[in-house]
Structures are given as structure tokens and as C-alpha cells.
């Protein structure tokens, strides 16, 4: 209600998530003092009565308030100015040919699965399908408080070791896929683009799509003139919506490319630099000749290979995140 609140609608929206962000941390814990008050009262009173009956109810909901503080501690390690945004998350093939194209489709499906949790959305922004099987690479937009906070985690470079599908000798072969990580940049304040600093080219979408796709020129290519940066989306029927993805993309690159040049000042007053690009691996996950998925910064590994291929990623999620601090 301050006057002059609105006059920036870019700010003013900045300052809406920040109060939703706080309003949401306040109705947690009010949440939380509620279950205990209640648990509470309901101890005493079972204890007065002599009740026996009552306690798998009091141990299931003192559990629940347990699981609910060790989620929130695991969240006080989010405090960058970027974890509570969502998240753009790409995904590149690697050496190993047509296994590597798989394998960027598995860790999609992958992403794709654990983002099947309430009050998170995922979008498949742009996708490059490999010529015999898999992708080159996807983009993929993950809505949700913290989503960038929890994907962090992510990036890096994954290696898949496993029986080869597409060897006719069925001989076991090593594959690398490249997950990058973005916070999502829409209506960011800090981000300027000019409509004279962008050139559009438009083109056929290529890969599956049926017949409209392959024939209309709805696909998007935006190059951003000052920095080099291109971007492309090609997964709607719609120039439109292409473009809008497109945009997105671009913002969100930006907003990394504003952040590693503050990366460099630091690290510059810091007196080192830590380069953090394509090179060792920070998770494997073989299949062949045992079961195991190993991360190397956390040294976590589980035998339930299934089960993380399947989006089951939370226990990797949370030791990267105490492993940081």
C-alpha cells in the first residue's frame, strides 16, 4: 500500500515473491507448532488415561514433525539470493556416440520423474533428438520453490557404465552426459535485453512431431548480438510459444553470465579461481558388472539403481547440499 509501490512493476513483482516466500516460511512453522500443540495434549491426555491403544498414532505423528524439522534443516543450507527460484536445467550428450544420446534421454526421463511432486511443474522447453536413438540435448524448465537451490546438485557431468543396447557384441561401454543448471530469470530487474540487441531466425523443427511440425517453419533461433549467446526452441507447434521458451533460455543464461563475471571479482579478492566445467565426473552410475549409483563430493552411493533413474534423487539432493556448508 506504499505509495510509489507500483511505479516499478519489475520490483514491485521481486518484492511479491520475496513477501510469498516469507509468508509461505511463516504458515510452515505455525503449521508445525500446531502438530506439536496438538501431539502434545494428545500425549497427556493419553497419559492420564492409561492409554496404550494410542501409541503407533503418537509415534506416526511424532515422526512426521521429526521428518518435517530434518526437511527444514537441509533448507537453512538454501540461502543463496537465487535457491528459492526455479530452475532451467539442460542436458548434453557426451563421448560415447549414440550411448551418451541415450543416456542424456535417461537422465531427462529422469529429471522429468523426480520433478512429479507437489508444487513443482516441469516444461520441456527444447529438445535435439539423436539420429539413431536418444537426445543431443534438452532444455527443461522445473517450477517450484527451492527447485534451484535442490538442482544444484545436478550440475556436472554424469557417467553411465552398463551393457551396451546398441553394441551387437553386448559389450559393456562408458558414457557421459553434461547437466547445466540455471535459475530462472523472468522479470528479473537485474537483466536487460533490447529488442535491437536480438536477431530471430526461424526454421523447421526437426526429430518426431508429426506432420505440422515438419512442415512449418515454427521452430527459434535467438541470437543475442553483445554477448554471442544463442538459443533455440523447437518443441511447440507455435512460433509464438517457441519464441517465449526461446526468451526464457536467454534470460536465464544471462543471469549465469552476470553471475560468473561477480564469480571472477571474488575469486579475483579470494586470490584463486575454481573452475567448475566439463571435466570429472561428479556422480556414476554403473550397471554392469554390479549395481551402484556413487557420487564423488559426497561419497553417498546406494545399490537401488532403479529407484534413482527413476527421479528418487532427494538423499543425493540432501548430502550435496551439507556437503557445501
Sequence with gaps: MAPGFWDSPQQAQKDMRYLAGLK???ELWQEIQMQNTSLLDLVELASEEGETSLEDQLTKEADQIAQTLANEEVNLTLSGPYDDRGAIVSIYSGAGGVDSQ?????????Y??????????????????GDEAG??????????RYVYGYMMAEKGVHRLVRLSPFDSNHLRHTSFAMVEVLPVAEDDPDILIRTEDLKMDVFRSSGPGGQNVQKVASAVRITHLPTGIVVAC???????????????ILRARLLERALEERAKEVAVLKGK????????QIRSYVLHPYQMVKDHRTNLETSDTEGVLAGQLEEFIKAYLLWKV
Design 112 to 129: 522429468t520423474r523426480w520433478a512429479e511432486r507437489p508444487h513443482v511443474k516441469a516444461q520441456l522447453l527444447d529438445v535435439s533428438y
Design 273 to 280: 579461481h575454481v573452475s567448475v566445467e566439463w571435466g570429472n
Design 102 to 110: 541415450d543416456w542424456a534421454q535417461m537422465l531427462l526421463r529422469m
Design 234 to 248: 523447437q518443441t511447440e507447434r507455435s512460433q509464438y510459444q517457441n519464441r517465449e521458451y526461446a526468451m526464457k
Design 135 to 144: 537426445i543431443k540435448s534438452a532444455t527443461l524448465e522445473i517450477v517450484g
Design 24 to 26: 509461505a516460511t511463516v
